[in-house]
């Protein structure tokens, strides 16, 4: 490979590394709704097994976050985790399938897994 195909290559990579922390950027800047989350969270029984700060049958939404930050792929991963209920371990020991919830908008999905990411 010659030398100035190897700089304009790193240049285009520079350039798309840009381009995607601007797209995170952008993401983050995305307002969490607040109330949306916790009327979701209270409707869907997710408060049964889960506070902001304590453990209870799942794991704190202040743990989850720790768990996930400067993670990128969190949002994309946690909606799956929800719409798709994989087997969990409750605290307990017991193991279950995860709770689904009833909504399907992908909206509000994403605003409760960004409220809780931003705990
Ligand atoms: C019956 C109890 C129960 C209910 C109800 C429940 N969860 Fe969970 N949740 C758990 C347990 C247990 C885990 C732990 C998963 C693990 O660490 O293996 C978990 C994990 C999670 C995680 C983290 C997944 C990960 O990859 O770390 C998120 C986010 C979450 N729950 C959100 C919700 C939301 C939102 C609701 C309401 C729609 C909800 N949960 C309802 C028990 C519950």
Redesign the pocket.
């Given at each position: 490979m010659s030398i100035t195909v190897a700089k304009r290559m790193a240049a285009a990579a520079a350039a798309i590394a840009m381009l995607m922390s601007f797209g995170a950027m952008a993401a983050d800047e995305q307002a969490v709704d607040e109330e949306a989350a916790m009327a979701?969270?209270r409707r869907?029984?997710?408060?049964?097994?889960?506070a902001v700060d304590k453990k209870?049958?799942?794991?704190s939404?202040k743990s989850?976050a720790t768990?996930?930050k400067n993670k990128p792929e969190a949002e994309e991963?946690?909606v799956k985790?929800?719409t798709t209920g994989?087997?969990?371990?409750?605290?307990a020991g017991?193991e279950?399938e995860?709770?689904?919830?009833k909504t399907k908008d992908e909206k509000e999905?994403r605003n409760?897994?960004r409220w809780?990411?931003s705990r």
């Open positions: 979701l969270a869907e029984d997710c408060l049964k097994c889960h209870k049958d799942g794991p939404y989850i768990k996930y991963k946690l985790h929800l994989p087997v969990v371990k409750t605290a017991d279950d995860h709770r689904i919830p999905l409760i897994i809780i990411l």
